[in-house]
């Protein structure tokens, strides 16, 4: 009681208070009015005046697979590459010689240095251990010279296909920087990528779902999951230890083995659900391998990387469409999501859904006419949420003009498209008042304001990170907003939202959260 509600229910946008049994919400109104509803073992909470949310839905993040790295790899979010050989150095002094040393959350452009790390740098830091370090976006590594010998990959080896090789202009010599594909290979080796024990899965799970309790997220999309993370969500909600409800989005190559299983989209409970499959065309926004139609700021003859052709992007979609699968498919730079359209355009004509909510995942660079294309087919984007705040040093490359075409909220809204908002953890900070504010005022850490003209309002920003990911799962029914009949998922924020200087938002804190009437974070 006491607090000012913010419910996303349109029929009733404000209350005072609500009432909950079990996991639900049962009611939501005045004061008064809930407070006739209880009984003489009720708890009441009086909450003072503050703000209260629906809880807020990640729409594209990798909680799994991120908890996995926060146990076993080094943090590299860190501010000088001779941070980065300090730290490895210092794991390598723990570790046998010949084992594999890796860490995550590399990010090229917030070292002082602002360059890519070398393998000279990582052979300096390590020479008897190989070394793989993924940049924060996910879709480059770098390694040292012993990681090179044992992938086999030497100057005359070819780019793979989806992939590039790093080189030194100059020399030919490769630089230790694999792009795109090249770092499957690795990925599918090295152990500290792959599933170990049920119990460390399970902790990781634990560690990454209390992580967003305490930001304020209550539900979250795995956007590239596999059978073994949904084994490790399960085990984690049967011990009691989810702390965020998961959409899990299977990846293409586990599609098989799921459509044999008899499983498709939906499948699972409030806790745990089976969702679409997924699938990557292009590049990443944030290490600059995004496909554009055109090039890159200061790069001429760069327009980025198609990871997926025409045709391999087809033949897992009419599988997976015509099993009853939702499909996503990642899609950062404008030629990438035109592919995309094409692609769902087809498989409507082909085996017609009803209602099959496509999704575009991140959808980045759009123009007017792949607006249109989205709407006509009730496609639902999932856009980088923080990335203009957080990534804004990374923005020059794309330019000013293609800003206002990027991360496009308004566009979308205007058009009558439902975006959600995504933070592809680990590549985003996944802090909701972070996602605010970066929304609504297109200002960077450092005060410089990236395509404006996609702006948008506070309390549209909070439907998009609340009822739009719902809706995104087709739990719309369940969850999103404060309504009667839906899930107790709520967040009690230490000042409102609506209130607030719109360039502070990032500085309201998070004082409760819970998840189906459950308190999982309480400062």
Request: aromatic residues 6%; charged residues 25%; hydrophobic residues 40%.
């Amino acid at each position: 009681k006491n607090g000012l509600l913010v419910t996303m229910d349109d029929r009733q946008p404000r209350a005072e208070a609500l009432a909950i049994a079990g996991d639900r919400i049962v009611a939501v109104g005045g004061n008064d009015e809930v407070a006739a509803l209880a009984g003489r073992g009720t708890q009441v909470v009086d909450l003072g005046g503050k703000t209260v949310t629906p809880g807020f839905i990640d729409g594209h993040c990798h909680p799994a697979s991120s908890g996995r790295m926060h146990l076993r790899m080094i943090d590299c979010d860190l501010r000088s590459i001779a941070a980065i050989q300090a730290a490895v150095r210092e794991r390598a002094a723990k570790t046998p010689p010949g084992e594999w040393i890796c860490g995550f959350k590399y990010d090229d452009t917030k070292t002082a240095e602002r360059r890519f790390i070398t393998r000279e740098d990582l052979d300096a830091a390590a020479p008897d251990h190989p070394v793989y370090i993924q940049h924060r976006g996910g879709h480059t590594a770098y390694v040292n010279s012993l990681a090179l010998a044992k992938g086999g990959l030497s100057e005359a080896s070819p780019d793979p296909q989806g992939g590039k090789l790093g080189r030194d202009p100059a020399t030919g010599r490769l630089t230790g920087r694999l792009l795109e594909r090249a770092v499957d290979p690795f990925e599918r080796s090295i152990p500290a990528f792959g599933s170990t024990t049920r119990e460390e899965d399970r902790a990781a799970v634990k560690l990454i779902t209390q992580m967003f309790a305490k930001a304020g997220v209550t539900s979250s999309t795995d956007a590239y999951g596999a059978p073994d993370d949904l084994r490790a969500y399960q085990d984690a909600r049967d011990a009691g230890e989810l702390s965020a409800r998961i959409y899990c989005m299977l990846g293409y190559t586990h599609i098989d083995t799921m459509i044999a299983a008899g499983v498709r989209t939906g499948f699972g409970d409030d806790w745990v659900r089976v969702g679409g499959m997924k699938q990557t065309c292009d590049g990443s926004i944030s290490e600059r391998t995004a496909r554009l139609s055109e090039p890159y700021v200061g790069r001429p003859d760069d327009f980025g990387i198609i990871v997926m052709d025409a045709d391999e992007l087809y033949a897992n979609a009419r599988k997976a469409h015509a099993a009853g699968w939702q499909l996503g498919t990642h899609a950062n730079g404008d030629v990438g999501i035109a592919m995309v359209c094409d692609l769902y355009e087809r498989l409507q004509r082909e085996m017609p859904r009803r209602d099959p909510r496509y999704r575009i995942e991140h959808c980045t660079v759009i123009n007017k006419s792949l607006v249109a294309r989205m709407a006509a087919l009730g496609a639902i984007p999932t856009p980088f949420a923080s990335y203009v705040y957080f990534h804004g040093e990374k923005m020059p490359e794309y330019g000013e003009e293609r800003l206002n075409r990027m991360f496009a909220l308004r566009s979308f809204i205007d058009a009558g498209i439902r975006p959600t908002m995504g933070s592809d953890y680990p590549p985003g900070p996944f802090e909701p008042m972070m996602a605010l504010q970066s929304m609504v005022t297109r200002t960077a850490i450092d005060g410089h304001v990236w395509g404006p003209k996609q702006r948008i309002a506070v309390e549209e920003a909070i439907r998009v990170c609340t009822l739009n990911g719902a809706h995104a799962s087709f739990e719309e029914h369940l969850k999103g907003s404060l309504e009667p009949g839906k899930l107790a998922d709520l967040v009690v924020l230490g000042r409102n939202p609506l209130a607030e200087d719109p360039s502070t938002l990032v500085t309201i804190p998070v004082e409760r959260t819970m998840a189906g009437g459950r308190w999982v974070y309480e400062a």
